[in-house]
């Protein structure tokens, strides 16, 4: 276990249902089994033990074994906290990336990767930077929200010398945007770097949806656009935490309703055994007959959608050729 004071004191401590509490102070409930150890398979999909490259054109990078606090929920428990150290396969998994030609995107986790010195994360952009066929770098955090303090001047002057950057922030609660947060969120965008977030959808935490919104609304007024809310993995001791997908995608269609489209996140179910990412959604296409489409509205009122375009044809552009090189 391992807590900041600075989300400690956003923490009600006398509450056993703060949703502060519950995702970092241990619970009875962790001992029922169920789930799985590795829910992702993602020692399967490993190049190195530290890169993890489940699709042709990006690779997840862990950089890092340490966070600044331990979610009870995390799905890398087998690694983080334990003594496993990324650095010791660095050099061969840099050597990886660069000489991989289907490489485009990497994605720097861990761990968190701002529990590195500035200096540690510097040289690791500098390299992926260096390599032709790297476009696009993001890095997960959750430093921001848990302990603000522990992302320093030293880290933004080193994510701006390397922009354009995907800061990636995990942020489950409307609770855990503090004015320290937000101060921090806005010193990153100064930086030119771009800014999204992931959530957890959590039973009994934010397993409602105008907790969701609320959040959501928030991130969008700080200049952070909700990018991903995920179903929990099955990972062993977090099953308590589970919300039925049914549940999950009744809050999306209420999202639907009340948000702004800068506030939808995509809901997204990362399959067991390590079979990747699914979108997760409320099918408004109720049915066809023939040309017209049943399309149901937001506000549950069907309407009717005639799908008498023409059928597509190749447009002989070649940037599929180009895409497949």
Known sequence: M??????????????????????????????????????????????TPALLKKHPNRAVFLVSSRCA????????????????????????SLQYIEKDPDLREIILSGGDPFMLASEEIGTILLQLRG?????????????PV????????AHLKEIKKYSPLWIVIHI??????????????????ETGNMLISQTVLLRNVNDCPYVLLKLFDMLVASGIKPYYLFQLDEVRGASHFKVRLEKGI?????????????????????ITGGLG??????VYIKGQDRKNIDVESI???????????????????????????
């Open 277 to 282: 990412k699914v979108p997760v959604d409320y």
């Open 69 to 92: 606090m331990y979610c009870r929920f995390c799905n890398r428990k087998r690694l983080v906290g334990k003594g496993w150290n990324p650095e010791a396969y660095r050099k061969e």
């Open 2 to 47: 391992r807590i900041p004071l600075f989300y400690l004191h956003l923490m009600e401590r006398d509450n056993p249902s703060c949703p502060i509490r519950q995702q970092t102070v241990p619970s009875i409930q962790e001992m029922k089994g169920g789930g799985q150890e590795d829910p992702l398979s993602e020692q399967a999909y490993s190049a």
């Open 299 to 325: 506000s549950g009122v069907t309407g009717s959608y005639l799908n008498d375009g023409k059928k597509s044809v190749c447009m002989n552009c070649g940037i599929c050729k180009d895409n497949n090189q």
């Open 250 to 270: 009744e809050i999306m269609r209420t999202l639907r309703e009340h948000a702004s489209g800068l506030a939808m996140p995509q809901y997204a179910l990362d």
């Open 146 to 153: 848990v302990f603000p303090e522990g992302f320093t001047e």
């Open 172 to 189: 489950n609660h409307p609770r855990e945007v503090s004015p320290e947060f937000l101060e921090l969120v806005k010193k990153i965008r």
């Open 131 to 143: 390599m032709r066929n790297i476009r696009t770098i993001r890095i997960s955090t959750r430093m």
